[in-house]
């Protein structure tokens, strides 16, 4: 019985972070925020038990993918990138269609400074899901703010703007896509 609350506890925390994380944090107009955490246990000071918990579950049941992936979102709302994508790239060898999973490990490769990695998953999520959003606006982040190739931003973002006009991040997108296009005027002159 425990077990299987556990499991329960465990499925509701997955399907509540998978591809989420990158919404519930606040964005900067420069370098978003949800793209450049650093850990912070003070802020986060449950990570460390669901961290435990999730360990525990693995020790017991080492190909839980709930469990593989609620790790990997622990270690990532933490901060602690590259121990996320170990458990990304784990939940990966047994679903490696996931697109949830290869857009997160897109945004941890990001926070480590690799945002040619991080294109290659989002690229490779939307090849396994082609209306994946999440993967779209964060390859429009990683365009803008990392490689300054302001047109590629816009076109993904644009692409996304057609095909969910209303999506969370829909008036920022409008706006920087603006401002993109200004400097790209500006840089023909």
Known sequence: MKNLLMMAVLCL???????????KKSPDRSAPAEHSQKPDESRNPYYRGLIEEYHAVLAEDPDNLAAIIALGNAY?????WSAAV?????ALKIDPRNADVRTDMGTAYRNMGKPDQ???????ALKHDP???????N????????KKDYGSA???????LKLSPNYPQAERM???????????????K
């Open 76 to 80: 990532s709302d933490s901060g602690e």
């Open 13 to 23: 925390l997955v399907l509540s972070g998978c591809g989420k994380a990158d919404e």
């Open 139 to 146: 390859m429009g982040i990683v365009y803008a703010f990392d």
């Open 154 to 160: 816009i076109r993904v973002w644009e692409e996304l």
């Open 174 to 188: 409008r706006t920087d896509i603006a401002a993109f296009r200004k400097a790209l005027k500006k840089g023909r």
């Open 118 to 124: 991080a294109l290659i998953e989002y690229r490779t």
């Open 131 to 137: 209306a994946h959003f999440n993967a779209r606006y």
């Open 86 to 90: 170990e458990l990304y790239m784990r």
